[in-house]
Structures are given as structure tokens and as C-alpha cells.
Nanobody
Framework: QVQLVESGGGLVQAGGSLRLSCTAS????????MGWFRQAPGKDREFVAA????????SYADSVKGRFTVSRGFASNTVYLHLNSLKPEDTAVYYC??????????????WGQGTQVTVSS
């Protein structure tokens, strides 16, 4: 069982930046690929970014490519999502997820509780 706790969300003006963090409970954090998803009100949850277990591979949704960066800190069991050049349409609850797949996952096994990001225009 892996418990994931997100933090770092908040209210920011358009064009601003945030850094989201997701800390995992298990020491075997390095065995899991990690992903970020988001869900806006009235919309389905959508993929944002993913990073492989080693950190060597990343993947991004087209809507965030060039603005968001995913990274991981193995010593701290934490995965980060750096959000830059934020737009009002980035407003959503952001979730991190863990997958036993080592590469870029097709499915995820564990989910965090989410952190709210609100971008004002």
C-alpha cells in the first residue's frame, strides 16, 4: 500500500507559478512511476504529466507542454509538478498517482487526495 499526500496548491494570478509536491509513504518510492492528473468542475479527470520510476522518462499533456515540469526527489520520496505561465483554464484539483509500471504508466494503482489550484484572470 502506498499513501500519497499532495501539497502546494493555492490561488495564483494568470501568468504566475506554483510548485505542487506529492510525498509517498513507502521507502520503495523509487519502484513506482508517478503521474499527475487534474479535474476541473464539471469535467472528467485528465492526464497532466508522468515520470518513470528512474526519472529518466517524462510525458506531458499537450495542453501543459512547455509550461509544466515533472520531477522527482528520491531522497525525499517526493514527486513535484512545477506549474509556470498559469492560465485560468489550469484551475482544477490536481491529483498525484503511483504506478507499479516502471516506465510511463498506462494505469495507476494509488491516488492522493488532491490539492486545489485556482488561477485568477
Amino acid at each position: 500500500q502506498v499513501q500519497l499526500v499532495e501539497s502546494g496548491g493555492g490561488l495564483v494570478q494568470a501568468g504566475g507559478s506554483l510548485r505542487l509536491s506529492c510525498t509517498a509513504s513507502r521507502r520503495t518510492f523509487s519502484s513506482y512511476a508517478m503521474g499527475w492528473f487534474r479535474q476541473a468542475p464539471g469535467k472528467d479527470r485528465e492526464f497532466v504529466a508522468a515520470i518513470s520510476s528512474t526519472g529518466g522518462s517524462t510525458s506531458y499533456a499537450d495542453s501543459v507542454k512547455g509550461r509544466f515540469t515533472v520531477s522527482r526527489g528520491f531522497a525525499s520520496n517526493t514527486v513535484y509538478l512545477h506549474l509556470n505561465s498559469l492560465k485560468p483554464e489550469d484551475t482544477a484539483v490536481y491529483y498525484c498517482a503511483a504506478s507499479a509500471d516502471l516506465g510511463i504508466p498506462g494505469a495507476y494503482d494509488y491516488w492522493g487526495q488532491g490539492t486545489q489550484v485556482t488561477v485568477s484572470s
